[in-house]
């Protein structure tokens, strides 16, 4: 019988292996880019071309092929095989050589005991499959270089883009959806798991005392996220000025927290 844990991994396994092959072109969109796009700077900006990156959750392997582009020595690793197999023909399309692709889950990274790197990415509420993330911190600590980094991009229990819209629509159950506990996943193809919202403060007490907080920001807080690639395009004009705009909202307290993500870097002591 399979623990609560291992019935989640293998939920969420299946719901990606049912969009592997057709992730690229339903799921990505002009604002996923920009917003991958904002997490290269940011990584750019910790560590050097030739560092060491373990992306966790890595999908397709859009950004590991990404980031092993620009020199960096990246591993991915993703619960789906079916997505592991799209990031190894990524790659070779590609031909990217200092990128490899490994079956495994985040909250078991044993296949890298005695082996640390200089960052740890997690992109896109990757964890946000997972409502207890302890075993997870405890695996990122034995994986993370003293004086690397975590960079994730995680899902919030309360996003403004979605509760103005979903006031603005008279339609409650939208605007607060993320308050409920357990919130099923959607566009997989009939599979779905639960998803779970991690506050910024929950988030990083998890992996207290080992690693501090170095940044915190919102992303996508009034511009709109890649859900709403459709009100982008028809209200160009608005979303541009809305752009301008974020930028000196998005890492303020309270505003960085309630974003469609946050972004948070976490440095090991």
């Given at each position: 019988?399979?623990?609560?844990?291992?019935?989640?991994?293998?939920?969420?396994?299946?719901?990606?292996?049912?969009?592997?092959?057709?992730?690229?072109?339903?799921?990505?969109?002009?604002?996923?880019?920009?917003?991958?796009?904002?997490?290269?700077?940011?990584?750019?900006?910790?560590?050097?071309?030739?560092?060491?990156?373990?992306?966790?959750?890595?999908?397709?392997?859009?950004?590991?092929?990404?980031?092993?582009?620009?020199?960096?020595?990246?591993?991915?690793?993703?619960?789906?095989?079916?997505?592991?197999?799209?990031?190894?023909?990524?790659?070779?399309?590609?031909?990217?050589?200092?990128?490899?692709?490994?079956?495994?889950?985040?909250?078991?990274?044993?296949?890298?005991?005695?082996?640390?790197?200089?960052?740890?990415?997690?992109?896109?509420?990757?964890?946000?499959?997972?409502?207890?993330?302890?075993?997870?911190?405890?695996?990122?600590?034995?994986?993370?270089?003293?004086?690397g980094y975590f960079v994730g991009v995680?899902?919030?229990?309360?996003?403004?883009?979605?509760?103005?819209?979903?006031?603005?629509?008279?339609?409650?159950?939208?605007?607060?959806?993320?308050?409920?506990?357990?919130?099923?996943?959607?566009?997989?193809?009939?599979?779905?798991?639960?998803?779970?919202?991690?506050?910024?403060?929950?988030?990083?007490?998890?992996?207290?005392?080992?690693?501090?907080?170095?940044?915190?920001?919102?992303?996508?807080?009034?511009?709109?996220?890649?859900?709403?690639?459709?009100?982008?395009?028809?209200?160009?004009?608005?979303?541009?000025?809305?752009?301008?705009?974020?930028?000196?909202?998005?890492?303020?307290?309270?505003?960085?927290?309630?974003?469609?993500?946050?972004?948070?870097?976490?440095?090991?002591?």
């Open positions: 019988m399979l623990t609560d844990s291992k019935l989640q991994n293998a939920q969420v396994a299946e719901a990606f292996d049912s969009v592997a092959e057709i992730f690229e072109d339903s799921l990505e969109n002009e604002i996923t880019r920009g917003l991958r796009q904002k997490a290269y700077s940011l990584i750019r900006s910790l560590v050097p071309a030739g560092a060491s990156v373990l992306d966790i959750n890595c999908g397709i392997g859009i950004d590991a092929v990404a980031l092993a582009q620009e020199g960096y020595r990246v591993i991915g690793v993703d619960i789906s095989p079916k997505m592991i197999q799209q990031a190894l023909e990524r790659a070779n399309k590609l031909r990217v050589k200092n990128v490899e692709f490994l079956f495994a889950s985040f909250d078991d990274l044993s296949p890298f005991t005695g082996k640390t790197f200089d960052l740890v990415f997690s992109n896109f509420g990757g964890l946000n499959c997972v409502e207890h993330l302890d075993a997870f911190a405890k695996q990122a600590v034995l994986v993370t270089k003293p004086g995680v899902m919030p229990p309360v996003c403004f883009w979605e509760v103005i819209s979903g006031l603005a629509r008279l339609n409650l159950r939208t605007a607060f959806r993320r308050l409920k506990k357990n919130v099923p996943a959607t566009g997989f193809r009939g599979k779905t798991f639960w998803v779970h919202y991690h506050s910024p403060r929950s988030f990083s007490s998890l992996f207290k005392p080992w690693f501090k907080a170095q940044r915190l920001c919102a992303l996508n807080l009034i511009t709109p996220p890649p859900h709403a690639l459709a009100f982008a395009k028809r209200y160009s004009r608005l979303t541009k000025f809305l752009e301008t705009v974020e930028p000196a909202l998005r890492s303020l307290p309270l505003l960085r927290a309630i974003g469609d993500h946050y972004l948070i870097v976490l440095k090991k002591e």
